[in-house]
């Protein structure tokens, strides 16, 4: 968890207030932003709409909650021609909802204030690795980042065995921003002693989640987070609903994500082939899509 991170106060305040008066929005509004296709990456996806345990080969019932999703052709690089199909998927055109013009700057506002942020934790990383402070940022000046906005709404029937909020994954990209507000059924992450621990709804502070791709350039020296959103109590006399904003920063869609040299003991070998950054965000993306 990061504080003192020099995020702009008024800017996060004004993409939560939005993210919450979207998801006030009747279904059919919401709709008018939603996905074109099973799989498709940006736009709205209802509740039961997407199983992220599928992303680590889990077969379980669809996740409780609701989203909405954009990434970097909201900031005008759809004149970008794409080299090939991951390069198209990750660029593809975003859905918005009717109607929502104020929306749509208030988050896009949040998303450059989580990229600027992310591009000063990377610095840090660099440094945490023995690496030149700037290594990193050839890799992410044309980032391929997504925002996803979240709502777990109150439940109205009884989860089925095995359903969360959302389901145990880890995330896709070099570090995820989380924020979040403190209500039941809230964030878990799995710990090195395998038990399950809550995460704090810390004011002003944002949630850092390693990611795969970050994994893997380190040759699991750090590991990304497996986590999970809980079902909370049926009892508790009070709303459940929780909402979150998740930035996840995702390197340039051609960047050659391989395994960094200062990760390599004397005599250890690569424990990952090098992967293309676009080419490993679409393949998870497409092993989400909900079956229900």
């Known amino acids: 968890m990061v504080t003192g991170h020099g995020a702009d106060d008024a800017v996060v305040a004004r993409g939560w207030q939005a993210t919450r008066a979207f998801f ?15 799989g498709y990456p940006y736009g709205y996806s209802p ?3 997407e199983t992220l345990a599928a992303s680590l080969g889990d077969a379980t019932p669809a996740d409780l909650k609701e989203t909405f999703s954009f990434g970097p052709s909201a900031f005008n690089r759809l004149d970008h021609k794409p080299a090939d199909d991951a390069e198209a998927f990750v660029f ?9 013009d104020d929306f749509r700057a208030a988050v896009m506002a949040y998303y450059r204030e989580m990229s600027a942020l992310a591009g000063r934790i990377m610095r840090f990383f660099a440094l945490a690795l023995d690496l030149p402070e700037t290594h990193f940022d050839r890799f992410i000046d044309h980032e391929a980042s997504a925002l996803r906005l979240l709502n777990y709404p109150d439940l109205v029937e009884d989860p089925v065995p095995g359903q969360l909020r959302a389901g145990v994954h880890s995330d896709y990209g070099s570090l995820t921003i989380l924020m979040q507000e403190d209500a039941p059924g809230g964030l878990e992450v799995k710990g090195l002693d395998g038990a399950w ?24 020296l750090w590991k990304s987070t497996l986590h999970r959103v809980t079902i909370p109590p049926r009892d508790i006399g009070r709303s459940a609903r929780r909402q979150s904003m998740a930035f996840f920063h995702q390197p340039n869609w051609d960047a050659e994500i391989a395994c960094i040299e200062t990760c ?18 679409a393949s998870k993306f497409r092993s989400t899509v909900s079956k229900a």
């Open 24 to 38: 006030d929005r009747p279904v059919d509004e919401k709709l008018t932003a939603g996905m074109p296709y099973p």
């Open 47 to 49: 509740v039961k709409g």
């Open 92 to 100: 593809s055109a975003n859905p918005w909802p009717v109607g929502g």
């Open 197 to 220: 621990h809550k995460v704090p709804a810390t004011p002003g502070s944002f949630v850092i989640n390693i990611g795969d791709l970050m994994q893997r350039w380190t040759n699991d």
């Open 264 to 281: 390599l003991a004397p005599g250890e070998s690569a424990k990952y082939p090098p992967v293309g950054s676009g080419e490993y965000l």
